[in-house]
């Protein structure tokens, strides 16, 4: 199976919330689908992806640099 998650905020919220929100979209992804990734960031225009579950630290570290993207698993 694979999953599909995205947010858009209006405002870049503090990196430790925005930190939780993304760790349990993705978690939650990763039971859906674990064996590949990817987002695109509309506002940056950035296209990354990857093997493996999205809830890896590394992969949440970059996704907190981002106020909208549109992700899958």
Do not use: A
Not at 11 to 40: A, E, T
Not at 48 to 70: A, H, P, T, V, W
């Amino acid at each position: 199976m694979c999953g599909l998650l995205g947010f858009q905020l209006t405002k870049k919220p503090p990196k430790n919330d925005l930190r939780i929100m993304v760790g349990v979209l993705c978690s939650h992804m990763d039971n859906r689908g674990g064996d590949s990734w990817g987002f695109y960031s509309p506002s940056k225009k950035t296209l990354k992806k990857g093997l493996g579950d999205i809830s890896d630290k590394l992969i949440l570290d970059q996704l907190i640099e981002y106020y909208d993207i549109i992700g899958h698993t």
